[in-house]
């Protein structure tokens, strides 16, 4: 039993929910890995609903559920749908909870998953909405910390890039302030994190410091570096745009021990890394695509047989 | 064994049909509700082609499908398909006659779900081809007011809104006029019922009224309620639409006893009714929904299985 | 065993896979006409990526991977998709690879599905890179002419209509010269077959001729006629287009004996030949659509489980 029966946002996620989570996506990865056919979903149906196209999301769910046993129906471009001419949000609710067992819904405008939610009886998962949240990335970033250190207790994390619009940076951040850990948090003064996520984690206990560039003794001390895109349309100018896009780019050479941190990316990326960095055995944001399954798997299980 | 294989229009579904749709459809409702697993159609295949979006209808169907164990292909945009490039309809029922066991197809030009079938072997049903037929939303319609009252025989059906254009209104009081039904007709001047239909009802025995507004003592004598949208698009000016809309707008004081009758929406609704009257015993809108998949599930098993 | 685990060209097919293709097809062709449940691949996953759309290929593909008892996650519009916005093809390729067992993939760009399947373990199936190559279409094409002939060696063989630029037409020929088969090429001169391909059937010991009309004679000598679509796209002015398309034309009476040969074309075709062909015992253009699919069944189960 998950302390949600809706996951709308990374906060909701509790250590005991992790946990549970974990442990069920570590029976799946297992399975997975054995080739087993399981069936805990079998007979049930997931809708699958991008009012705006992410491929890559998308496929992750549908793979999980059909790995599950389920059934998928699937909108992959619901912005040239006729559902959203004129009908209220609720009223989609109502009705595409009597199509599903399960629903998860991206969507371009902030907050509309949850509004959603209201008139659901099923479980829903916000698989991104707008600006404001997209909790499953950063399950799947944490599943892959765990994975590959063992634990998310009291570990030492890099954030690098845009830290100031990231949504997946924000949510990864608060969650981990929960189990002791410090932060480097590299990034151009314009695209720096937010105060409130200061305080968050100076109230919870822990330390961080702030960069406005690469430096390759901060790298050399870090656990988990994560790397996410600056993207271009943050920019007035196209000038500001390139000149923080590379300041944060991670080159080979920022890099001297590859055994000793891990590197992810929530992709897709552009030009954020030195392409040479995929060879290295810190390399992670590939495996972070693989743990995506057993993770979504353990999250449509945990929330679609409670109900 | 229904008297079709291919359903294109409300008039092909005789008195004796319905009875074995319905039958059928309840043997699936109770269990749906028991969370039973069906495989009346294991490893058969549904083509699902939208030739032009339809969210509600698509999902109502493929859900249906998975109920039943099958397995859908589906076309969810066809307007940006290439089957359509120079193609003629015919060509393209002989193709997708090979690649599935049963097809729903939805498409823009009225009759052309009509053309597309004669090339045809297996069934096919008509999910919408322009303003010309729907015939599975008046299943849907005719299996909620049978499920909520036990019966079509001898009702009061009142019907609310654009009479002259509605393809859904006009299949429903075709298919009730031979139920011994007599009818309510509430609309503007400008969207009365067309002559044929009255006639019909005449031929068939049956009475009728006609109104110009909505009044509460002859609400409160009908056992159905059907409400339907004002579309815009249908006025030169868009004051006459708004005058029309007014006219026909269901205000929560307009029901006097919400015990006596039950309301039906084709949905989407815009603002043809009261949001309140959405917490009343008499509102049925969205249970329609629910009642869609026993009756679509019903109505693909019946075609499938007698191929 | 096949020997390609990604089929990107039409030359990878050797002589002993087309038989081991022809083999397991012709097992899957008796248990779908017996109507058996196959459930080859169960359990497997076919991500169905189509960058440009081609309902009637992926409808094939999602159809055989559904009548081997496997599932699909389906990409309908890759054009729309959030997946190209500034990711290179490698990174699609080691992203998608995570998601299923077997790769289909359709892309507008030469050469896309070779450089996209190199970052992928699973195997990858080609199913057309723009004008290159589209080597399924061949296979559908030869396991048509050995179904209703029962053999590919000492054929003679015609074909109608675009030959210059038809990449259908050059894998067929290609792969048929290698069964001792000679060749009648009736074109225009715009449209003649390129000299490497004459250079390669005369390098295998077979002859061939060109005409620039359709001579009954010809067709009477023929045992495959082979008629393609001439497009408007290839020619600058339209009177040209209208005199090549003229001349490839085929008509009923250019058929003196309709028992003697079979006519295939690839489809989708407009206006190259007699619509009274179609009742004719010789036209299989139709047939063609259903043998795709046990061929595409056969070429996944191989694929997907020697992996």
Known sequence: MLSFQKLLKGEQISKEDLKKLFNQADIYKDKLANSERIKDLDGKILASLFFE????????????????GGNVISLEN??????????????????????????????????????????VNSPVINAGDGENEHPTQ????????????NTLDNLKIGV?????????VHSL??????YNCSFEFISSEDLKIPNDIKELI??????????????PEVINSLDVLYVTRVQQERFTY???????????????????????????????????MDRSIDNLPCAKHFDQVKYSIPIRMSLLYLLASQN
């Not at 950063?138 to 250190?149: G, P, Q, R």
């Not at 000149?243 to 552009?270: A, M």
């Open 53 to 68: 196209p992410s491929t890559r999301t998308r496929f992750s769910f549908e793979s999980a559920m059909y790995r599950l």
């Open 78 to 119: 619901g912005a040239s749908s006729s559902i959203k001419k004129g009908e209220t949000l609720d009223d989609t609710g109502r009705v595409i909870d009597q199509y599903a067992d399960i629903i998860v819904m991206r969507h371009p405008q902030p907050n509309s998953v949850e509004e959603f939610s209201k008139y």
């Open 138 to 149: 950063s399950l799947v970033d944490l599943y892959t910390i765990y994975s590959e250190i």
């Open 160 to 168: 690098l890039g845009d830290l100031k619009y990231g949504r997946t």
């Open 173 to 178: 951040v608060k969650i981990l302030s929960n």
């Open 202 to 215: 100076e109230r919870n206990g822990n330390g961080f410091n702030e960069h406005e560039k690469i430096d």
């Open 238 to 272: 196209y000038e500001d745009y390139l000149k923080n896009k590379d300041l944060c780019f991670l080159d080979r050479k920022h890099i001297s021990d590859p055994n000793k941190l891990i590197i992810l990316h929530p992709l897709p990326r552009v030009d954020e």
